[in-house]
């Protein structure tokens, strides 16, 4: 930058980088809204060794309990054993593996799509999706509360990105309604991955249709839990691939493993290998990864038992919560928000429950909106019944602010 100073120009030193970063930081330290990294020696179901103590963990995505299934294990170690750690290369060089083939095929199969496509992690599918499609005088139509890969995608593609409030469909109609003549996408999360609660779904799906845009759906935390044999949130609510023609969804989530796929019609697929640049320009999951979440596939679809305990599990805690008063979410995933409000109040609670050997993550800004920190909970088939109870326990004698008090901005 060049500043005139009467005739004279005087060149204003060019800002450092780390120095403003630094800035930034101290200030979220001021705000007491730092995120701290905390290291896990052992992972045994869900319990956490760290350091030398032992915690009681309820914030794992491990929805299913799979994450260590000796089977996935069994899988990932012969697997190995073929093909080495790596998979030495992008899909389209030779990365791409039987037994990736393998789990796009079954992948494809369970949620009722002509085909699937593996993407390294989520965060990738989600940016390939958008970036493939979209461009430069296209919108892209959004609940506020989408998962923030969504709404970087948006960036990334060049599209007018329009947000509307959770869950709203009528602002979603005149938002698109407002540009008749673009190309849209609507993008929203299935469940919601702080809030727990279900998008509307068949609404949105019918506002699609109506408008002529194409519906993306990031069942991220649907899949495995949600639908008939853990198909999602976008099969229990009996949509196809005509209603919902992007479905995106995790692996690293109730399946346990790590890694993402896109599934739909062949020619969506057909494109995204063509112009997807999060797909091409990246090393492909490793193909003992892949091999796992075959293995986590076929475990989620048959061992029905699984999503029974995990219901179970949640419908006593929110009977449990519901007794002591407690300012839970409208959620009936495995997700379950305490709303807590101040984001002081969410780190003091978490620290307390910390004191009682249980780890629950205090959900802050800018995660959630200001005003509506919270706790959050997860709930896992790895539990027990016991192990609720003892969450119960230790937030009864916690002072938190009772159903009456959620906080203002209580938008579930
Ligand atoms: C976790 C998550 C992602 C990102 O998936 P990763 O595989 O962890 O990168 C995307 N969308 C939603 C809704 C999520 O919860």
Not at 119 to 136: D, K
Not at 168 to 195: I, K
Not at 328 to 356: C, M, T, Y
Not at 390 to 408: I, N, W
Request: with cysteine; aromatic share 4%.
């Amino acid at each position: 930058m060049r500043l005139a100073v009467g005739k004279a120009v005087v060149a204003a030193p060019r800002p450092d980088l780390l120095e403003r970063l630094a800035v930034q930081t101290a200030k979220r330290s001021g705000d007491h809204l730092l995120r701290r990294l905390r290291t896990i020696d052992r992972a045994d179901g869900p319990w956490l060794d760290v350091g030398n103590g032992r915690l009681l963990s309820f914030c794992s995505n491990d929805y299913l309990g799979l994450a260590q299934h000796p089977q996935l294990v069994a899988a990932l170690t012969r697997a190995a054993r073929e093909h080495g750690v790596g998979s030495t290369s992008a899909h389209l060089i030779c990365g791409h593996r039987a037994e990736h083939a393998e789990l796009e095929e079954a992948l494809a199969v369970w949620t009722g799509r002509e085909r699937a496509l593996l993407f390294s992690t989520g965060y990738m599918a989600n940016l390939g999706v958008l970036q493939a499609l979209l461009a430069r005088g296209d919108i892209c139509v959004q609940d506020k509360l989408n998962h923030a890969c969504l709404l970087d995608g948006a960036k990334l593609s060049g599209a007018e990105l329009k947000r509307y409030p959770h869950a709203d469909v009528e602002a979603a109609t005149r938002q698109l309604a407002a540009s008749p003549d673009a190309a849209a996408l609507l993008a929203t999360d299935g469940v919601f991955s702080m809030d727990g609660d279900v998008a509307p779904l068949r609404e949105l799906a019918a506002l699609c249709a109506r408008e002529r845009a194409t519906l993306l759906v990031d069942d991220a935390h649907g899949l495995g839990v949600l639908g008939e044999h853990g198909a999602g949130s976008v099969s229990a609510a009996d949509l196809g691939q005509h209603e919902v023609p992007l479905l995106m969804a995790t692996l690293g989530k109730a399946l346990g493993c790590m890694g993402a796929f896109v599934a739909g019609p062949a020619a969506l697929i057909e494109g995204l290998i063509q112009f997807a640049r999060p797909y091409i320009y990246t090393t492909a999951m490793p193909p003992a990864l892949a091999a796992a979440a075959l293995e986590a596939v076929q475990l989620a679809q048959v061992e029905g038992w699984r999503r029974e305990k995990l219901f179970a599990l949640i419908a006593r805690f929110r009977r449990g919560a519901t007794e002591l008063g407690l300012p839970l979410a409208v959620s009936a995933s495995a997700i379950q928000p305490l709303l807590l409000g101040s984001a002081d109040a969410a780190l003091a609670a978490a620290q307390a429950l910390e004191r009682h050997g249980l780890l629950v993550s205090a959900i802050r800004p800018p995660t959630v909106p200001p005003g509506q920190a919270r706790l959050r909970i997860t709930l896992s088939a790895a539990h027990e019944e016991a192990h609720v109870d003892r969450l119960l326990g230790a937030l009864e004698t916690l002072r938190l602010p009772t159903a009456h008090q959620a906080t203002p901005g209580d938008h579930v």
